[in-house]
């Protein structure tokens, strides 16, 4: 084994989820226990944390409230959206972050998030090393969209795909109680991959769920859409639709951008919201349904009362598993998971080259989509379900969760 | 004992809730028990059945799927908002209805809904004394809202409240993990009674929730609104507003309305929605600041896998007293429930005049808003509090809620 000693620290980026900080807490657990880790120090707000010399002493957080983050939602040392110029082009960030480096003798990186905080990660990686400065840094991956190539699922999906679906599962009982009918159309989160989305069907699999699932990757009908949803009404009296918010036509064009102009985040992304409400209000104009359209919002990914005890037990995993790989020798790569053939479900972790995962995007494979393009299939089924199993045992204080509450105190450099 | 002999009608009403199912168990398995009640029958669509002469036959649902009745959320045998006339101008409904009774001997009816229920409960009820017929009716009490008159608190709304709470702390948690400071505004249901936004102030005490709260209660004054959203934003970088759907200013005029036309129901309600769209749009006019505008929607009075296990607990009783009143000779009534004096959460149930509570609303007292008008006094914590507590013991199969799959088989008039 190729021992090096030195700090370790860790980061958080991007959207959070439900599961983000089940994933710190394997990482900051695991780093606190190895004898070459010699401080664990978390960033504030990731990488701008390092930039701005901001972190914090994780050996002054209480053990037990720390533990409380395997079930606490949301970036707990905070996120942020921040993105790496290329070295090339303006090297000033990364003579920066190597400065912060060599002050805190960090030699062990790791960075939680999803595609545009790898790159973040592969970036950092690939400039120390160019630098010749030693250091071990890997990937651990979040993102509810589980959009990230090199693994068979992400942390994060799996407990926002059992809220979705138990969400969907609620509101077609609550949509069905009238004999006037109803068509309600539900929002459902994911710019270019449909993965949350298609999540509705394991609710319409066990008869509860959306009739009707429209997923970015394949074009946007409206024409179409309008005739399934009229006949799905006349049918059964009702419909539940749900759709993710990054659909679009066979031009390219946003289904949102039907209604209304879009923003741009810093990332070049269009800033979605709006479809549903677009689409509900065409079933109101062309055939005078009482519709209601729900956006499911931040809820996805963060309520972490409805997270899958499966995801969090991964995202722990995780966080372990880069910690481990780092001590062993390994860096520049992410962890993934690999799903074992046979007929129990289980994944074991693997590296993976950082830079397969940055800036790449999984959509639901094509062949998963039913041939009427409105539904799922039984692949995809048998895919996502393993991922929901479990109810959390997030621990309830006065009715309500009882979350972490960190210290987060700043952390000074070592003399 | 005033005993009487024939059938029971169990019917639901109104918008659904987390527990009126189990309202309903505590009434079907109740009367299922009682030897003087000869069969039991479920409306389909609440009166609309009646009138229609849709029941069902109860007897016919295997028992361990009715049970399952406790932790399904929605109007199980469906609901309706049909507006009874008063029978001084037309009685036409009224004697089909009489009709119908006679049909099956239905000499115990029991209808499960709120005000605009209980009014029509207690408008049957008046009209069959006027007729002779002799028939027990009780209603039994349902509602998210909590603005019925007569009880401490209604079934419906400690669920609501435990799911709002517990939303708001989790967007509390995702809200603020970037550095760069974001507005989001939570609109919750209540067009007249701020029970259901007050309800966010349970997470504010545990330090994770909103830092303003806005209850149709008070004048919703927009200038002071806004500067209150500034302040806030430039104390701690970030804002979560929790506004009532029914926000109004001192003229009368819906927030709501500010932005948009609104439409109106059978019951002369105005349809809300819109208010918190609006406040989000004037802080991003305004002061450019980030912002997001979420609606909990039809969650709030469905998301039955984030009950409170105390209003499930209540629920079940409030339909259980309702036959042991009935069956004991009392009629004309709603179930109510009177909190014990002491240090113990405790509750009995009680008979309320139904005229009491048709048509009356509840509404938060003024004395438990806060002096400045933005959140809720420890009066509000102390009352609220005890409802939320326990989690439901809801079954999960698959890694989705089993909720009850009723065969509502169509009943037959009795030979």
Redesign the interface.
């Known amino acids: 084994m190729n021992q090096l000693k030195g700090a370790c620290l860790f980061g958080?980026s991007g959207g959070?989820t439900s599961v983000i900080n089940a994933s710190a807490l394997g990482v900051l657990e695991t780093a606190l226990g190895q004898e070459c880790v010699t401080q664990v120090y978390g960033c504030?707000?990731g990488v701008?944390g390092i930039l701005e010399d901001n972190l914090y002493d994780v050996r002054q957080e209480d053990p037990a409230e720390l533990a409380l983050l395997r079930y606490?939602?949301?970036?707990a040392l905070?996120?942020?959206?921040y993105k790496l110029k290329d070295s090339g082009q303006d090297d000033a960030d990364y003579k920066r972050i190597l400065e912060i480096f060599q002050k805190y003798d960090i030699r062990y990186f790791f960075y939680n998030g999803g595609n545009d905080s790898m790159d973040t990660c592969n970036k950092i990686s690939k400039y120390l090393m160019s630098q010749n400065y030693e250091c071990r840094i890997i990937g651990v991956p979040k993102t509810i969209d589980n959009d990230l190539a090199g693994t068979d699922h992400c942390p994060g999906f799996g407990s926002a795909a059992?809220y979705i679906?138990?969400?969907c599962?609620?509101?077609y009982?609550?949509?069905?109680?009238?004999?006037?009918g109803t068509v309600?159309i539900v929002e459902i989160m994911g710019r270019n991959a449909g993965w949350l989305t298609a999540a509705g069907a394991?609710?319409s699999f066990?008869?509860?769920g959306p009739d009707l699932i429209y997923l970015p990757e394949r074009p946007f009908d409206l024409e179409q859409s309008m005739a399934q949803i009229q006949q799905i009404y006349q049918r059964r009296g009702n419909c539940l639709v749900a759709l993710s918010e990054g659909i679009l036509d066979a031009s390219g064009k946003f289904i949102a951008e039907y209604g209304q102009d879009v923003a741009t985040d810093a990332f070049g992304h269009k800033q979605m919201g709006g479809a549903g409400a677009f689409v509900a209000n065409e079933v109101k104009r062309r055939f005078g349904y009482k519709v209601?359209s729900?956006?499911l919002?931040?809820?996805q990914?963060?309520?972490?009362?409805?997270a899958?005890q499966t995801d969090i037990d991964e995202a722990y995993l995780a966080g372990k598993t880069a910690v481990d790989l780092a001590v062993s020798g390994v860096t520049d790569k992410m962890v993934g998971f690999e799903r074992q053939p046979g007929p129990v479900y289980s994944v074991v972790p693997k590296a993976v080259d950082l830079a397969v995962t940055a800036n790449t995007e999984k959509k639901v494979p094509l062949e998963w989509i039913s041939s009427d393009g409105v539904g799922l299939t039984q692949d995809f089924i048998d895919y996502a379900?393993p991922l929901?199993?479990?109810?959390t045992q997030l621990p309830?204080?006065?009715?309500?969760?009882r979350?972490a509450?960190l210290k987060k105190i700043k952390a000074s450099a070592p003399k």
């Open positions: 958080q959070p504030a707000h701008k606490t939602p949301s970036s905070g996120s942020c959206r059992k679906a138990t969400s599962m609620e509101i009982h609550d949509a069905n109680v009238y004999d006037t309600v394991l609710a066990q008869g509860a209601r729900i956006e919002s931040l809820l990914r963060c309520a972490a009362h409805c899958s379900l929901i199993q479990g109810e309830f204080a006065n009715g309500l969760p979350f509450q």
